[in-house]
Each structure stands twice: as structure tokens, then as C-alpha cells.
């Protein structure tokens, strides 16, 4: 039997006003068992040291307030766990205006087309899929986003291969951390044509799809 993890994260909002990012992107970083043990000792190796060095940082790893000279140090952590990284990308303007009813049932379509791709290549008959989405906003928005993702698995997973989901704090575990930073870079590409992050992992993604085409 195989432990696998499976670190979710999405980037972009769900306003859909001229005020409201143009692209809303959901992605996986997922990893085996020891890759994941790896993940951590080697971010956390990275903290002590960066404390060690009196730079002043919080001890979570998140892209977009990180400088520059700690995104440098992060990335070549991230690749030396190999992960099977995905994203499915969603052109807002381009959303269906049923799907743009509520911020529930948007993000229920975008993890439920994820998620349909990605969980048939996870895993094997016997293994564990430990799905772990980033938690972010108040406990009833955690409750509604995790009954939406509950429910798309119930649709998708294969009764051979367990599937145990949690929605966690960003600092509750590396993975997370990991999953930010290559959704970051995502989000630069397309929203600012900056692909220098990009670049440094692309070689990571299995799957990057735009939904609507």
C-alpha cells in the first residue's frame, strides 16, 4: 500500500466585476509518502536557516509575500521532490453565467473538473489518497467549499483507492506551501506574462487545461 498526497490550492477570486482577477485557477502538487516526509524536513531546514540568518519571515512559505531572494531558495526545494503537478484554468468573462451564481458553486465546478482528471492517475488499487485542500475564510465558508468537494468526490473516486480530504491552514503542512508557490507562478504567467517562475518548474505539470477552452 502507497500513501499519496495530494496538496490543493487555488488562485484568483470570484469577483466577477472589472475589479475581479481575469483568471480563477485551481492546481494539485501531489507526492508519495516519503516525498512528502522529504517536502517538510527540507522547508524546515530552509526556516531554521533563514532564522538562523536573522531575515525576518513569518516560518510559512507563501509566494506572493515572500522577496525574491527567498522565492530563489524555495523553488529548487520544490522540484527536488518531483512532484505531479496540475492546474485547470478558468477564463472568467468566458464562465457559463449558472456557474457564476454563488462563490460555492464555481469553485464545486472547477475542483470537480480537476479533480475528474487528475484522481484517475492517482493511485493504485489498496493505496491511500490523502486529498489536503488550503483553508482559507470563515468556518462556514471552510464548511461549504469542503461539503462541495465532498460531494465531487463522491462522484469521482474509485472504490478500490481510499480517499481521506482535509482542509488545512497553509501552515499546518509544507505540501501546502509547496502548492501556493507553484499556483504563484501560475498566476503570474497569466495575469502578468511573467514566466520566470514559471520556467523553473514547468517540467513539474502534467496537466495544464484550460476548461473553457
Known sequence: MVDYWVFGDETGNFDFSPKGTAFFAV????????????????????????????????????????????????????????????????????????????????????????????LRYIGAPGDCVHLVLADYGTKKIRAAFRGAVEDVLSQLKRPSVRHKLAFWKPGAHEGLQAADYTLWAIRRHLELGDDRSLNLIDHLFRSRYRLFG
Open 27 to 118: 492546481g494539485t502538487f501531489t507526492v508519495s509518502d516519503p516525498a512528502a516526509t522529504s517536502l517538510r524536513t527540507n522547508l524546515a531546514a530552509l526556516r531554521i536557516a533563514l532564522a538562523a540568518a536573522n531575515v525576518d519571515h513569518d516560518g510559512i512559505f507563501h509566494a506572493s509575500e515572500d522577496r525574491q531572494a527567498i522565492r530563489d531558495q524555495v523553488f529548487p526545494i520544490i522540484t527536488a521532490a518531483a512532484p505531479r503537478c496540475d492546474v485547470t484554468i478558468l477564463e472568467k468573462a468566458k464562465a457559463y453565467p449558472r456557474l457564476r451564481v454563488d462563490d460555492h458553486t464555481f469553485y464545486k465546478y472547477a475542483w470537480y473538473y480537476h479533480l475528474r482528471y487528475v
